[in-house]
């Protein structure tokens, strides 16, 4: 029945986010993906799809297969007209000790940030650190005429801050 085939495609959606919580990204996928084969099959579990499709792409983007989550990325960016941060992964490292840089960027057709733009007199060493933060972000592209779209100069205040020392 539908009502036994949505209840073990919720099962699946929560045993892949425990996966991600155990930071067993790999055995995330197939459960995430389970899932989400049964939850695109009703419009009324669009909110569910859409949970999914965030957790796939945190697994993929955490094994390292962004090329394996972008059909994820742009599925969730259908219907948009902008860019919509998706994933933000954790620095290994805090940056300086704290402060804001306005940056600029592209977003392209499958959610990359692409050609950043940090503001002139800004210091090289903190440039090169944000500049490699920031193209860790996956966006879903914005979609135009039914199909993702590269987007020009999108602004991004990045804000960042070191823990106090003990």
């Not at 425990?18 to 989400?36: C, T």
Request: avoid cysteine; hydrophobic fraction near 45%.
């Amino acid at each position: 029945s539908d009502i036994a085939r949505v209840r073990l495609a919720t099962a699946n959606f929560w045993i892949g986010r425990y996966h991600i919580q155990q930071e067993d990204y790999a055995e995330a996928v197939p459960a995430l993906q389970a899932s989400l084969a049964v939850f695109d099959r009703f419009p009324e579990a669009r909110q569910l799809s859409v949970n999914s499709l965030m957790a796939l792409v945190e697994a993929h983007e955490r094994l390292g297969q962004r090329a394996e989550a972008t059909p994820h990325v742009q599925n969730l960016g259908a219907n948009s007209t902008a860019p919509t941060l998706i994933y933000r992964p954790e620095l290994a490292s805090p940056l300086w000790e704290s402060g804001e840089v306005a940056l600029r960027f592209d977003v392209d057709a499958e959610g990359f940030v692409q050609n950043v733009r940090v503001p002139d007199g800004t210091e090289a060493e903190l440039a090169a650190a944000v500049t490699e933060a920031i193209t860790a972000l996956r966006y879903a592209p914005r979609h135009d005429n039914g199909a993702a779209a590269a987007t020009s100069d999108v602004s991004y205040g990045f804000r960042f801050s070191r823990p106090a020392r003990r």
